[in-house]
C-alpha cells in the first residue's frame, strides 16, 4: 500500500509504513545536514586554494543564502510536477553532489557562482523535505519536526566528524567532497525510497514558479527570524566573546560554540515530547524565556562559565522555534511548500545578515552591546508565540486533521 496524498484527500495508509516514513524522512534530514557539515570544516582548504583574506571569503559565504533564497520558491511547481517522494530524490541529489562545486574554484569569481549554485541546490530540497516532514507528522498524530531538525544537526556533527579526520590527514578538499558527495548521493536515494509520497490532485493548478509568500508565512517567519538570528550570532560570535570580553584561552572559547550547538542538537531531539505534552506555543513562550535569561547571562557574564551557561541556555532556548515555525507554516494556506518558502527565506535572510549586523553593533559599541539586541530578539519569541497556534491537532491514521487544539495549544 503505497503513501501518497493527493490534494486534500489523504488514501488508507498502512500504520507500520508510516512509521517507516516517519523514519525515512529523518534519514533524509540526517543527509542534508551531512553535506553542510563536510563543506563547513573544508572552508579554510578552500580559503588557502582560492587565496583570499577573511574579508573577501566573508563576501563569498553570502552566496549560499542568495542561491538557496532565490531557489527555494521553485521546489513547490517540482513537487506538483513530479510528487513529493520523486522531487526529493532529485533535489536531495543535485544537493549533495553541489557539495564538489566549492573545491573545484580556481578563483574568487569562480568560487562565488559554485557557492550560489551551492545554496540553491541546498534550499530546494529544505522545503520538500519540510513538506514532507509536516504531512508525515500530521498523519502520525504527533510532534516530530523538532527531532526532524535535530536529526539535521546529527548530520551536521557526523558530516564534521568526517571534515576534521580529512583535514586531520591532510587529504585534498577536492577528493574528499568527490568522495562524500557520491557516498551521501547514495544514502540519500536509499532514504527517500520510503518517504511520503505527497502528490497534488491531477485537475490541480501548479503553483506559480515565484510568489510572495501568504501573509500568515510572514508573521511565522517573523518570529523564526528572532531564532535563527540569535544562533547565528551565538554560533558565529560566542567564541570571539569569550576570547575579547572575558579573555578566554582559545580552547575555552571554542567549547562554548560547540556546547551551544550540541545543546540544540539536544533539544531538538527530545523537543517533540514536549511540544506534544504543551503544545507549540506555550513551548516556544518558555523557549523565548529560557533564551531571555541565557541572554541576559551573556551580556552581565563576569566569568567565562556564566557565559558559557549563557550560550547553553540560548541554544536551548531557540532549538525547536524554526522546526515549529516550519510545522506551522505548513498547516496553513493551500499550498504547503510555498508557505514554508515563504518561512525558510526569512530564515535565511536572517542567518545571513545576524552575524555582520553583530559585528557592526559591536564595532559601534560593543559585543556585550550586540547581544544585548539578541537578548531584545528572544523576548520577541515569547511576545509573538502565539502566530504558531495552528488551530487544530494533527490525527492519527491518516485522517483529515479536525480535531480542536488543546487547551495547552491555545493558551
Sequence with gaps: MELVQTGGTRSAVNPRLIRRA???????????????????????????????????LGLALVFPAMGASL???????????????????????????????????????????????????????????NAIGVETETRLGRSIMSSLHGMWSVGVLIGSGVGTLAAHLDVDARLHHVVAALVLTGLGLIACQGVLDVRAEPEEDPPPRFALPPKSALLIGGVAFCAVFAEGASLDWSAVYLRDVLDSSAGLAAASTTGFAFTMAVARLVGDRVVDRFGAVRTVRASGFLAAVGGLLVVAAPHPA?????FAFLGLGVAVVVPLAFAAAGRRGPNTSQAIAGVATVTYTSGLVA????????????LAVSFGVVTALTVGLAAGAGV?????????????????????ESA
Design 355 to 366: 552575524p555582520s549586523l553583530i559585528g557592526g553593533i559591536a564595532h559601534a559599541t560593543s
Design 22 to 56: 516517519r523514519w525515512a524522512i529523518a534519514a533524509v534530514f540526517c543527509v542534508h545536514g551531512a553535506v553542510t557539515g563536510n563543506f563547513a570544516t573544508r572552508v579554510p582548504w578552500i580559503q588557502e586554494h582560492v587565496g583570499v583574506g577573511a574579508g573577501l
Design 71 to 129: 531557489a527555494m520558491p521553485l521546489a513547490g511547481a517540482v513537487s506538483h510536477r513530479f510528487g513529493g517522494r520523486t522531487a526529493l530524490r532529485g533535489l536531495l541529489s543535485l544537493w549533495c553532489l553541489a557539495l564538489v562545486l566549492p573545491s573545484l574554484a580556481p578563483n574568487l569569481v569562480v568560487l562565488c557562482a559554485a557557492l550560489f549554485v551551492y545554496g540553491a541546490a541546498a534550499g530546494m530540497p529544505d522545503v520538500a523535505m
Design 388 to 408: 504558531l497556534r495552528t488551530g487544530s491537532r494533527p490525527v492519527a491514521g491518516g485522517g483529515e486533521p479536525a480535531v480542536p487544539a488543546t487547551a495547552s
Design 306 to 310: 556564566v557565559a558559557m551557561t549563557g
